[in-house]
């Protein structure tokens, strides 16, 4: 296995309660349906389709869980990136639908966890916090949507003194808490995921990127041993989609890291988030921040920076923790990685066609653990000849970005400055 197709050093990687590997593929297999990717969306979508009574095969370049699906925050937060954009497209009548599926996620991760047992550290509990007075105003706003459409489960807002109260921090003037959204370790999802998928009869394949696809009624999947013949095909590998260029040029690439401290005492953890919230911030240049299962801070956030080194990733990221908590100011940072997600021009994902029988989606900008799996049920309504849904994305173009699959790096590190200055206003 080469070094690429191991996974990063990360407190997830570290913490991974699934070791097993999945043999490549070697010779000619069929299928009903090939997916190409082994993260959340693939995956799901192969659960969806396997509980359908389907034969599935996925095949992935590298292993289960290798790409943002196993590196990001473990947030689990309600919503899908573009929304006003969706509804403003589709007119009235689409408010009910788009405030169905930003929930979706999570009742199929929930419903997923308790049916397969998986153990992710599924907690429930969220705080979007304000910085300014506009985010305040912002968070009033959700909160009035959150009413208005009855929501299940408790959510407030949160007062300057409550915030600090709550999580320990003088940084944030309100916040909404959403005990509807929640963390987990997002590693562990997917190859628990992964597991129910092989035990619905799912054929898995790791280290086995894809080189082309090779169109017709039936499609062939080709790697470097072996071939998929199958009905239809799903892209899902996201920002981490290699081989097909049209894709890579409909989204920026945005860099996004995460360090993970020493386990904290019960004082700190006291101090700083006795309640167990994920927390996250409103900028676009954001920053989020949670507790692990055994206690530590992992503090996460968008950085001006393109690389892999963790001393940097520390460098980038420890001033911006202790300036949240300064009360950690010298403790021990045990874990710093990183990993890309998929941002398109106009925030809305993008699910569409590259044939008739070869589909795609894409661009979760950043909401990825909720709203693949969202996408991974939407997919397979869409091969069972379903479209309602598929279609709320797929009626939307996507923009292209002339460029972004080379100068991509160039283009965000722009967009950082602009967004930069944004955030400060």
């Not at 954009?85 to 639908?97: D, M, T, V």
């Not at 006795?274 to 801070?297: G, H, M, Q, T, W």
Request: with cysteine.
């Amino acid at each position: 296995m080469t070094s690429a197709q191991q996974y990063p050093a990360s407190y997830y990687a570290a913490t991974a309660n699934d070791r097993r590997e999945h043999a490549p593929l070697r010779g000619t297999v069929s299928a009903d349906v090939c997916v190409i990717g082994a993260g959340y969306t693939g995956i799901s979508t192969a659960i969806c389709l396997a509980e359908r009574g389907y034969e599935v095969c996925v095949v992935e370049a590298n292993r289960v869980g290798w790409g943002a699906s196993g590196r990001n925050g473990g947030q689990m937060i309600a919503g899908i990136s573009g929304e006003q954009r969706i509804a403003k497209y589709h007119g009235s009548g689409i408010e009910k639908l788009l405030w169905e599926m930003r929930w979706t996620g999570h009742r199929i991760i929930r419903e997923r966890v308790a049916k397969y047992s998986i153990e992710c550290d599924l907690k429930s509990g969220y705080l979007d916090v304000a910085i300014k007075a506009r985010h305040v105003r912002d968070l009033e706003a959700d909160f009035r949507r959150l009413a208005e459409y009855g929501c299940k489960d408790e959510f407030r807002l949160l007062s300057r003194d409550e915030t600090r109260a709550m999580i320990g921090s003088e940084s944030y003037c309100g916040a909404l808490l959403i005990m509807g959204n929640g963390h987990l370790h997002p590693l562990n999802l997917c190859l628990g995921e992964a597991r129910a998928a092989v035990s619905l009869g799912v054929k898995l394949y790791e280290r086995s990127a894809v080189e082309s696809i090779g169109n017709g009624s039936t499609a062939s999947v080709v790697t470097a041993e072996g071939r998929v013949n199958a009905k239809f095909v799903v892209l899902a590998g996201n920002a981490y989609q290699q081989f097909n260029r049209k894709l890579r040029s409909q989204f920026f690439p945005v860099r996004s890291y995460i360090i993970a401290t020493e386990p904290l005492t019960a004082a700190e953890v006291a101090a700083v988030n006795p309640r167990d919230l994920a927390v996250c911030n409103p900028n676009f240049i954001l920053e989020y921040f949670r507790l692990s299962a055994d206690k530590r801070l992992l503090f996460g956030g968008r950085c001006n920076y393109f690389g892999e080194d963790p001393d940097e990733i520390r460098k980038q990221l420890r001033p911006r923790m202790q300036r949240v908590y300064p009360q950690l100011t010298g403790i021990g940072i045990d874990f710093a990685w990183g990993g890309t997600i998929a941002v398109p021009l106009n925030r809305v994902p993008q699910l569409g066609r590259l044939a008739p029988n070869v589909l795609y989606a894409q661009g979760y900008s950043g909401h990825g653990v909720n709203v693949t799996h969202l996408v991974g049920e939407i997919l397979a309504d869409a091969i069972s000849g379903t479209l309602e849904r598929f279609d709320v994305f797929a009626k939307i173009r996507p923009v292209r970005i002339p460029g972004a699959s080379i100068f991509g790096n160039q283009m965000v590190s722009l967009g950082l400055l602009y967004y930069g200055l944004k955030d400060r206003l």
